[in-house]
T-cell receptor, first 110, second 113 residues
Framework: SQELEQSPQSLIVQEGKNLTINCTSS?????LYWYKQKYGEGLIFLMM?????EEKSHEKITAKLDEKKQQSSLHITASQPSHAGIFLC??????????FGQGTRLTINP | KAGVTQTPRYLIKTRGQQVTLSCSPI?????VSWYQQTPGQGLQFLFE???????NKGNFPGRFSGRQFSNSRSEMNVSTLELGDSALYLC????????????FGPGTRLTVT
């Protein structure tokens, strides 16, 4: 069963607009990781969240772990073409290291 | 610091053959994990090596194996290739066994015909 659900699966936004991607878990999250992937390439580490309510920013990308630690949101302010790609959330899963969501494909239209 | 490197970047093999992929972790990182990424199944954990020993393993058949050398470099081997093994194979390194913050390489795209 899918442990991490990302929504939406794909997103097309106009350059300059704000957007939000969600990552929901069926279990308590003890560590939530956000990565970005250009198609067919490796994952780029964005940020790690561990405490409920924690919020971190990386350039114009902000991610938050909710208080109940079962959902994380990633927000991009004033989107740019360089933000395009696939965003993946990953959660700590003991011996399995990280389990990932299916990803959100982001397209930025100029 | 140099990032995680993987070789080769692209590979085409025939069903029944075997293949070896290589991964060099970030300097100082001692744990190497391997993941398989496919459009249908997404990103799935294969196994993790630390101190030259396989420490954790995902739900993949025994055809998938690996090893780690004393310099932390790792290799992954897939024997008797099947069409379904076509995927992007990603290597990730982290400082240690209990460290979940992982840094990924560019991947090896394997196509099985």
């Amino acid at each position: 069963s899918q442990e991490l659900e990302q929504s939406p699966q794909s997103l097309i936004v106009q350059e300059g607009k704000n957007l939000t991607i969600n990552c929901t878990s069926s279990k308590t999250l003890y560590g939530l990781y956000w990565y970005k992937q250009k198609y067919g390439e490796g994952l780029i580490f964005l940020m790690m969240l561990q405490k409920g309510g924690e919020e971190k920013s990386h350039e114009k990308i902000t991610a938050k772990l909710d208080e109940k630690k079962q959902q994380s949101s990633l927000h991009i302010t004033a989107s740019q073409p360089s933000h395009a790609g696939i965003f993946l959330c990953g959660a700590e899963k003991g011996a399995q290291k990280l389990v990932f969501g299916q990803g959100t494909r982001l397209t930025i239209n100029p | 610091k140099a990032g995680v490197t993987q070789t080769p970047r692209y590979l085409i093999k025939t069903r029944g053959q075997q293949v070896t992929l290589s991964c060099s972790p970030i300097s100082g990182h001692r744990s190497v994990s391997w993941y398989q990424q496919t459009p249908g199944q997404g990103l799935q954990f294969l196994f993790e090596y630390f101190s030259e020993t396989q420490r954790n393993k995902g739900n993949f058949p025994g055809r998938f194996s690996g090893r780690q050398f004393s310099n932390s470099r790792s290799e992954m081997n897939v024997s008797t290739l099947e069409l379904g093994d076509s995927a992007l194979y990603l290597c990730a390194s982290s400082l240690g066994l209990s460290t979940y913050e992982q840094y990924f390489g560019p991947g090896t795209r394997l196509t099985v015909t």
